[in-house]
């Protein structure tokens, strides 16, 4: 069920002509700080090389199947005279989903080019912390996951677990995207509203497709290990990493399910034999770069990502069979974790990133989420402290990286 509702503001004058604001032209040289002005309600999307911040609503587009929302963008856009709409698509875009797409067409939009140059900022601690589940469950929960691969002939399933912080004080979402912006320069730093006034903020390593013209890049990750402050124990893991069957048979399933999810609409699609190894300040991962050209020039970046979400990268494969193993184990609904986040403009170009790596905030509260894909040969120790050093991503930036979780 679609819904086009008008936002707060005052609605597109006739003409359908939107009272944007010009994209502002910033030199490499002296970027502006987007992240610096960004405030609870916008819209924030960053990498290492670009910002994009959307502020304000003239429509709000909601859709729980994400194909039809794609359909709907391109006449919203054009009626309104926007140049783009943003925001987020949920985990589960199942047939019975009620989590729908949620996208906004805003009504300011500023660019810029470099990375950010703000200060850290200090966070409040939290009163109260709880890991849904405990750690003992989670690791029976991997124990149970590696049991129905075999039984429901499922390759692979992620499982993910939840940390909830209570705060004395309202959340600060606009000091916690800063800290991630600064802290993690080579992540898609993203900030979005959600229904019913909550904010999901993020910092993740994952491109799910970026369209320029007729060219599609995508950059699934699959495969992870932690880092170490220890310079000779972290390379020694990003080697294990390297060489691990498992996580290579984990990477594979992503990648074959990415590139035939992707070959109906390319003309031509460039896959590398084998998967590349890169780092974030927490996690070494493994990750192959694709790139293909569109057959169909009609064909938009959001159409691209509800044809590929969910990769298994976050939730398995098969898919139907994954998510239901998924809801069986997990004892929370993900909403919005898991899904993704991005752009897509008039011109069908955009950018949408995999939402890990984040957290969901209301008034004083906020949950984080960390998950790991389980096949065949996954331990449960392995996968708990692959979560737990996922988490710190977020928790660093809350100046919490010592948190037990």
């Excluded at 054009?78 to 009504?107: Q, S």
């Excluded at 919005?336 to 939402?355: M, R, S, T």
Aim: proline letters at 10%.
């Amino acid at each position: 069920m679609s819904s086009l509702s008008p936002g707060a503001e005052p609605q597109t004058p006739a003409g359908g002509q939107a009272p944007l604001d010009p994209p502002e032209a910033v030199s490499p040289a002296t970027p502006v700080d987007l992240a610096a002005r960004y405030q609870r309600g916008d819209f924030l999307f960053t990498t290492a090389e670009r910002a994009l911040l959307a502020q304000g609503t003239i429509r709000t587009v909601t859709e729980t199947d994400p194909r039809r929302l794609a359909s709907a963008i391109p006449g919203v856009l054009a009626e309104t005279g926007a140049p783009l709409a943003v925001g987020v698509l949920p985990f589960d875009t199942g047939p019975d989903t009620k989590v729908p797409g949620h996208l906004v067409v805003p009504r300011t939009v500023h660019r810029s080019s470099g990375t950010p140059s703000l200060p850290r900022e200090t966070l409040p601690a939290p009163v109260r912390v709880r890991a849904v589940p405990s750690p003992a469950s989670h690791m029976a929960a991997v124990r149970s996951a590696v049991a129905a691969l075999a039984e429901r002939d499922l390759r692979k399933a992620v499982l993910a677990r939840a940390l909830d912080l209570e705060f004395a004080a309202p959340v600060p979402a606009e000091s916690i995207v800063r800290n991630l912006a600064v802290g993690n320069p080579r992540h898609f730093t993203y900030a979005a509203e959600l229904p019913g006034g909550r904010s999901l903020v993020g910092a993740t390593p994952e491109l799910l497709l970026r369209r320029t013209g007729r060219t599609v890049f995508s950059s699934p990750h699959a495969g992870s290990m932690p880092r170490s402050a220890d310079p000779v124990a972290d390379r020694a893991n990003g080697e294990a990493l390297r060489t691990s069957r498992k996580d290579q048979l984990e990477h594979a399933v992503v990648i074959d399910y990415v590139v035939e999810a992707l070959r109906p609409f390319c003309r031509t699609l460039d896959v590398p034999a084998g998967p590349e190894l890169v780092t974030t300040p927490a996690i070494w991962h493994l990750r192959t770069p694709i790139t293909g050209e569109l057959a169909d020039p009609d064909i938009t970046a959001l159409d691209l990502a509800a044809a590929l979400h969910p990769t298994p990268a976050v939730c398995g494969t098969p898919t139907e069979g994954a998510r239901d193993l998924v809801k069986e184990l997990e004892p929370f609904d993900r909403d919005y974790y898991a899904g993704a986040v991005g752009w897509v403009d008039a011109a069908g170009d955009g950018e949408w990133a995999v939402a890990i790596r984040c957290a969901e905030i209301a008034s004083t509260s906020m949950r984080l989420y960390a998950g790991g894909g389980i096949v065949a040969e996954s331990d449960p120790q392995s996968e708990l402290d692959e979560t737990t050093a996922k988490f710190r991503t977020l928790l660093t930036a809350m100046g919490l990286a010592d948190l037990p979780v």
